[in-house]
């Protein structure tokens, strides 16, 4: 091996290995030999090796140490072996004129004879054992088929022991020895690189049990990638459904039409003619709902909506589209609880049909639009529930004059504080009532307006059949009239029927002279039981049963005076109203 030094060949020495007392001084440096080649050619040696230790011979000096001391004296006796005469190791020094060990072929067990192949060297001492205290001897794992297995020295016979191979001289203090050594066979083959030190590299039991532990190892930290991996894509495929882009089955975008009956074709039909009303006034505010009557922008309302502007409060018309524009009070009236605005610089409005009301019939479908708690354009569906229904509302003045008799129609669509002033309309978005009451749950005292429960499916309307007339005067007039029978009624009385009052107002008579009822011969005290048929149960629902009629209408009655039944006929009159 050329390392970059030119090699220094010497002469053998003459004289023998050192004593196997003392150490071999072998220090490492820059004239360290280098390596031996086993492919280099040199005579073949015949001698087989025993487990005995090689003669002691002096090796030549290594290019780099100094001349060693020669060795001491030995005791006499035979060699133990024969002189290898090319000093090779383990039995000779190394050194760097060394040649390549000659091919040697291992005898058999010990003890058997081998034929002399060269003249014995003369006897010498029996070897001393050494000082240091002797390794014990390890077991040799089996060489491969090349290399024979050479038979063990028990420490006590010489100072060499079995590493796995072939017997390697202990180093001694101060003794350093290189990997050519450790790896040298004097026993492989020719032409063969260098072997190791025990068996070939994998061979070793321990070896294989790594490797085996190693690919189990592996093997478990692969299947805990694989299932983590797999897990992962198993949550994914099951969060997503696969894994594509997750496209879900959707209809096709229609043109929009609804059958007209349908609660989408009555709210498309309906919803451009109803608005909603935002009022103030100096102590007050609300809103309500309103819908269009005509083309000249007049709306019809509920007067509890319109009540809070007072005289010079404000009143702003907000349209579905979301337009809005200010209005003006036209007419109001709170016996009937109606009201009519206007607006003005409109254009393109689309009046309400107006229905009649005396077609209805309970169970009919109808549908309720308006703005409850504000939320314009509310939808909401139901049926008649009753007709006729004779409510009062209002009365928070306490003298009456704001008290509403309305002969209603019941609905089970949900109202709501708001709703008031809309319409409720039927299958062919007609207007057949005006929302204007609802019953509230939580009072117990009969039907409220403008309350803030909410809709407990107890809805009433004004029929609109009323509100068309009471619109049309407060358009034409500015004021409504009421039907009258001129008679003052006992509103304490609490028997079955309507009771005629002892006085009238500021103690005049309670029959009004020359008034409809006094031409019917209608007396104080007399109790009226029905009115064109209908059971009358008390003095408020004998109003509402005149008011759901027209001044000059002629209706038949049903008293009780003195125990005894009578019916008389009576033509309404007139009387305007507030």
Do not use: C
């Not at 001084?25 to 360290?32: I, P, S, V």
């Not at 690919?215 to 994914?236: C, D, K, N, T």
């Not at 589209?321 to 003005?344: F, H, I, M, N, P």
């Not at 009385?493 to 009822?517: L, M, S």
């Amino acid at each position: 091996m050329d390392d970059g030094r030119q090699a220094k060949w010497w002469s053998r020495p003459a004289t023998g290995r050192p004593g196997r007392d003392e150490p071999e001084n072998r220090a490492g440096g820059e004239g360290d030999a280098p390596s031996l080649r086993p492919d280099t050619p040199g005579p073949t040696d015949t001698t087989a090796p025993t487990d005995s230790p090689a003669p002691a011979n002096s090796p030549a000096p290594v290019a780099g140490q100094g001349p060693q001391e020669p060795a001491p004296s030995r005791p006499a006796g035979p060699p133990l072996h024969e002189p290898d005469v090319y000093s090779t190791p383990p039995y000779g020094g190394p050194g760097p004129w060394a040649p390549a060990p000659p091919v040697q072929r291992p005898t058999p067990a010990h003890g058997t004879p081998v034929p002399p192949q060269a003249a014995p060297l003369p006897p010498q001492p029996p070897p001393v054992p050494p000082q240091a205290t002797p390794v014990p001897p390890q077991t040799s794992p089996v060489l491969p088929q090349t290399s024979p297995v050479l038979p063990q020295t028990s420490p006590e016979q010489a100072p060499y022991v079995t590493t796995g191979g072939a017997g390697v001289p202990l180093a001694g203090p101060g003794e350093q020895r290189t990997s050519q050594w450790l790896q040298y066979d004097p026993w492989g083959a020719p032409g063969q690189p260098l072997t190791q030190v025990g068996p070939p590299a994998g061979t070793e039991p321990g070896s294989r049990k790594n490797r085996r532990g190693g690919a189990f190892a592996g093997m478990l930290l692969l299947a805990l990638v694989a299932s983590g991996i797999g897990g992962g894509v198993g949550a994914y495929v099951e969060r997503t459904g696969g894994l594509t882009t997750v496209e879900l089955p959707q209809a096709s975008h229609d043109n929009g039409d609804r059958a007209p009956e349908s609660v989408a074709g009555i709210a498309a039909s309906a919803l451009p003619s109803v608005v909603t009303l935002h009022v103030s006034g100096t102590a007050e505010s609300g809103t309500g709902t309103g819908f269009v009557l005509d083309a000249r922008g007049h709306i019809l309302t509920n007067n509890h909506v319109v009540a809070p502007a007072g005289s010079s409060g404000d009143i702003t018309v907000t349209f579905s589209s979301g337009e809005t524009a200010a209005a003006e009070l036209v007419g109001k009236d709170s016996g009937y609880d109606l009201a009519v605005v206007r607006v003005k610089g409109v254009s393109g409005l689309k009046p309400l049909p107006l229905g009649n009301s005396d077609n209805v019939r309970v169970g009919d479908p109808v549908v309720a639009i308006g703005a409850p708690f504000d939320l314009s354009n509310t939808v909401t569906s139901g049926i008649i529930s009753a007709k006729q229904r004779p409510i009062t509302a209002g009365g928070e003045k306490g003298d009456g004059s704001d008290i509403s008799y309305v002969d209603a129609l019941q609905t089970d669509a949900p109202i709501n504080p708001g709703n008031s002033g809309g319409p409720l309309v039927d299958t062919q978005a007609h207007v057949i009532g005006i929302n204007s009451a609802i019953r509230a749950a939580d009072s117990g005292k009969g039907t409220e307006r403008g309350g803030q429960s909410g809709s407990i499916g107890l809805g009433f309307a004004i029929p609109i059949n009323q509100g068309k007339r009471v619109a049309e005067e407060l358009i034409n007039t500015g004021k409504a009239t009421h039907p009258v029978i001129g008679v003052t009624l006992d509103m304490k009385f609490t028997g079955d029927g309507a009771k005629v009052g002892e006085k009238g107002p500021e103690d005049g008579p309670a029959v009004t002279k020359g008034g409809p009822a006094a031409k019917a011969g209608i007396r104080s005290g007399d109790v009226i039981t029905e009115v064109q048929g209908q059971r009358v149960h008390s003095g408020e629902e004998l109003i509402v049963k005149i008011r759901a009629h027209r001044p000059g209408d002629r209706l038949e009655l049903r008293l009780t005076r003195g125990g005894e039944e009578r019916s008389v006929t009576l033509t309404l009159g007139s009387a305007s109203g507030t």
